[in-house]
C-alpha cells in the first residue's frame, strides 16, 4: 500500500519561502516520477512540479519557475519543495503525487498519477 504524507505547510507573509516534503512509503519509490500539485479555493487542481526518478531533471510550471524548486532523496523516499518567494496567489492545498507507471514522463495531468497525499495548506498573506 503506497502511501505519501505532506508536511511544512504554514501560514507566511509575500516574500517569504517554506519548505514541502512528502515522505512516501510501500512500493518502489525509486522508480517513478514525483510530482506536487495544488489546489486554491475554488479551483481545478493544477501542476506544479515534476521530478524523473533519479531526480536528474525537473519540471515546472510557468507561475513558479525560478522560485520553486523540487528535489528527491530516493534513500530517505522523500521529495522536497522549496518554495521563495511566495505570493498571494500561492495559497493552496499542496498535494505530492506518484506517477501511475514506471517509465512515465514529467507528466502535468492528474491522471497520470495513481497515489496522492492528504494534502497540506499553504497560505500567504499579503
Known amino acids: 500500500q503506497v502511501q505519501l504524507v505532506e508536511s511544512g505547510g504554514g501560514l507566511v507573509q509575500a516574500g517569504d519561502s517554506l519548505r514541502l516534503s512528502c515522505a512516501a512509503s510501500g512500493g518502489t519509490f525509486s522508480s517513478y516520477v514525483m510530482a506536487w500539485f495544488r489546489q486554491a479555493p475554488g479551483r481545478q487542481r493544477e501542476f506544479v512540479a515534476a521530478?524523473?526518478?533519479?531526480?536528474?531533471?525537473?519540471s515546472s510550471a510557468d507561475s513558479v519557475k525560478g522560485r520553486f524548486t523540487m528535489s528527491r532523496d530516493n534513500a530517505k523516499n522523500v521529495v522536497s519543495l522549496q518554495m521563495n518567494s511566495l505570493k498571494p496567489e500561492d495559497t493552496a492545498v499542496y498535494y505530492c503525487?506518484?506517477?501511475?507507471?514506471?517509465?512515465?514522463?514529467?507528466?502535468?495531468?492528474?491522471?497520470?498519477?495513481?497515489?496522492w497525499g492528504q494534502g497540506t495548506q499553504v497560505t500567504v498573506s499579503s
Open positions: 503525487a506518484r506517477a501511475s507507471r514506471v517509465g512515465y514522463g514529467l507528466g502535468r495531468t492528474e491522471r497520470e498519477y495513481a497515489y
Open positions: 521530478i524523473t526518478w533519479s531526480g536528474g531533471t525537473t
